[in-house]
């Protein structure tokens, strides 16, 4: 929900091709052998995490496995978070686990800086829907356990959509055609906003309609990021925003924050936490808002993306690694622990995590839906990412966040903004020495 080389000498290298040039690949940890050691042997772990209260995970662990301390440290997420790690690795005092962003394992993968756990991993792989499990295998290998995911659906406000007489749209033709009779029954209301400024976001859109923007074909990258299916979900949006029947500004602000509790937006496609968010925004709302599906592109479709979302990965460097990834699998697959990570607000990725244990009420905020997490359980087995995240993640979140806005204030061509993007990812992956196809 958060928005944001020497090569790997494992099964990896299938997927991710030596890289060299700037950032100081040369300087990465060692390459990552073979996971060994046993997963029973008493061990001193340090994770180092961003998750709010995950301590509390934690602490459940440390009570089953007395030989098996395990340390949190609790860090900043996103960028930041990789950062310090990768200083942390080449100073030879990295943590033994570390809760990674999918987006940004391939950054860590490319630095030698995460243990390959294919090994060791598959006896956890049926726990997770295979849209799911994807999110943390490149190239046939699997670098980290999923943790939590964001399905994306769409929020909107059942009182107003009741007063004015709408239906909830099933597909983005009739959210399209919705948004202006919205704006011609009461045009103090939209139905809702495209920010512009959160390429996670848009990411997400984009895995609905069918976007791959990463593919290695043969060693060689290819990038996709200006496909059909992204000009398509953009030119929908900049039709609607340039028309003026949506809003372009930008979410959690001060004016989206009263827009979302006054009911001046009256809908949000969002992701499973975005209840959370709402109860935090939008309290004298609290019990009007309902959650559906998101729209389709083909009313015979049922496909969503995801939108934040974390894994657990083990460090390379650590000498404790059977015992570390032990912990990663418990953690994202026991029942307990489970239960947990829905008490202090994530959505497991496994499936037993969404469908029993702590989700069996619906959010306090969303009481009036009471199958809230049974049709949110439904809506994640559709849910579908790019088949792999690219080394340069965060220099095409980057170019997206700088060149959008600008798009909306303009009233540009928001396809436009997906050439200039894929131009760019793949200017940067050339700098830095990756091998490139199609283009």
Not at 134 to 146: D, E, I, K
């Amino acid at each position: 929900m958060h928005s944001r080389r020497t090569f790997l000498a494992s099964s990896a290298a299938m997927l991710f091709l030596s890289a060299c040039g700037s950032g100081g690949a040369d300087d990465a940890a060692p390459a990552a052998s073979p996971i060994g050691g046993d997963e029973n042997a008493a061990a001193t772990l340090t994770f180092w995490a961003w998750a709010e209260n995950i301590q509390r995970v934690v602490d459940l662990w440390n009570s089953k496995n007395p030989t098996q301390k395990v340390t949190l440290s609790g860090q900043a997420a996103s960028d930041e978070l990789i950062a310090k790690f990768l200083t942390a690795v080449k100073a030879g005092n990295a943590p033994d686990i570390l809760q990674v962003e999918y987006q940004s394992l391939p950054t860590l993968i490319t630095n030698n800086a995460l243990q390959d756990l294919t090994p060791v991993i598959g006896d956890v792989k049926s726990a997770f829907p295979d849209g799911t499990w994807n999110l943390t295998s490149f190239g046939g290998a699997t670098y980290g356990v999923p943790q939590d995911v964001g399905p994306m659906m769409l929020f909107y406000r059942a009182d107003i959509f009741e007063d004015l007489g709408l239906k909830v749209p099933a597909t983005w033709e009739e959210f399209g055609a919705l948004a202006e009779t919205v704006r011609k029954k009461d045009d103090k209301r939209y139905l809702t906003t495209f920010s512009p400024g959160d390429a996670g976001w848009l990411s997400g859109f984009a895995q609905q309609a069918g976007a791959n923007w990463w593919t290695n074909e043969g060693g060689a990258w290819k990038v996709s990021i200006d496909d059909p299916a992204t000009k398509k979900m953009l030119s929908f949006w900049g039709e609607l925003v340039n028309s003026g029947t949506l809003l372009g500004d930008p979410m959690y602000t001060p004016q989206w924050n009263s827009q979302m509790n006054d009911g001046t937006i009256i809908a949000w496609p969002s992701a499973v936490w975005g209840a959370g968010v709402l109860a935090g925004v939008a309290p004298s709302s609290k019990g009007k808002w309902k959650m559906a599906p998101l729209p389709q592109w083909s009313a015979d479709e049922r496909f969503t993306g995801f939108w934040g979302g974390s894994s657990t990965a083990v460090a390379a460097s650590s000498k404790q690694q059977a015992q570390a990834a032990k912990f990663a699998k418990w953690m994202n697959t026991d029942p307990e622990a489970l239960k947990v990570l829905v008490e202090i607000g994530l959505y497991p990725s496994a499936t037993a995590g969404q469908t029993s244990g702590g989700l069996g009420a619906a959010p306090d905020y969303m009481a009036s839906q009471t199958d809230y997490y049974e049709s949110a359980a439904a809506i994640a087995q559709t849910a579908r990412g790019f088949s792999s995240w690219g080394p340069n993640t965060n220099v095409t979140y980057g170019a997206l966040e700088d060149l959008m806005p600008t798009a909306v204030k303009e009233k540009a061509d928001f396809a436009a903004v997906a050439t200039k993007v894929q131009e760019m990812s793949l200017a940067d992956l050339k700098k830095q020495g990756y091998e490139v196809s199609g283009g």
